[in-house]
């Protein structure tokens, strides 16, 4: 079985949202198309609570984008983004989700942020999604989704050490920073794992 994650494909995340990745709306008519190759599509959701410890605005004199250490864990601080209920954190509405079988929220601790699907950043919870995709058979995990150089590529991450085959389409992301993308592919790779352009997806599935 091979599983396509969405990742935080949501209405803050792309331009005009609060948290804009550069042409985040781009990627989703390619996702709509790559759901079909897939056994099992799952989506992701950043599901913060109104004040959490990542957006700047919960800290005195501090601005987004600005890092802090935060429970000793370093974070960037945040615009306030996808907070519950708002209709910045819903999928964004030209997403099709029909074919989606189950949407892992995460974030939702306001002490901690949360960028990968399975684990928050100091993997004191974890999200039930290493199980439910070893539940449903799965061996391969394709990423996608945004932003690249976070949550799609914190999910990677801990697919890898969780042990899944796990890829990253590059043309179905877009990064916040172009930069920290680059280090990010590079990780992916020397962990074990693959960047791939849908127009090569045939060759892995
Ligand atoms: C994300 C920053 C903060 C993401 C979520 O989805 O990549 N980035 N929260
Ligand atoms: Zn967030």
Redesign the pocket.
């Known amino acids: 079985m091979h599983a396509l994650i969405l ?2 494909i ?1 209405n803050d ?1 792309v331009p005009g949202g609060a ?1 804009a ?1 550069p042409a985040g709306n781009e990627i989703i008519p390619l996702v709509n198309g790559l759901q079909n190759s897939f056994d099992l599509v799952i989506a992701t959701q ?1 599901w ?1 609570p109104k004040h959490h410890k ?1 957006f700047a605005s919960t800290h005195n004199n501090k601005r987004p984008f600005e890092k802090i250490i935060l429970h000793g864990l370093d974070q ?1 601080l ?1 615009p306030d ?2 907070v519950q209920g708002t209709d910045g954190a819903q999928l964004h509405s030209n997403l099709n989700t029909n074919k989606v079988e189950a949407i892992f929220r995460k ?1 939702m601790d306001p002490e901690i ?1 949360s ?1 990968s699907g399975f684990y928050d950043n100091g993997y004191k919870k974890n999200t039930g999604l290493a199980g439910y995709l070893r539940e449903r058979k799965v061996q391969k995990v394709f990423v996608c ?3 690249g ?4 590529f914190y999910t990677a991450k801990d697919a890898l050490k969780e042990n899944f085959e796990t890829y990253i389409i590059e043309d179905a992301t877009r990064p ?1 920073d172009e930069d920290g993308f680059l280090k990010a592919k590079d990780e992916i790779l020397t962990s074990g794992g693959q960047i791939i352009s849908s127009k090569n997806l045939h060759r892995y599935l």
Request: aromatic share 16%.
């Open positions: 990742v935080d949501q995340f948290l990745v950043d913060h990542s960037v945040w983004h996808c974030g942020d960028y989704g945004l932003a150089d976070y949550c799609v916040i």
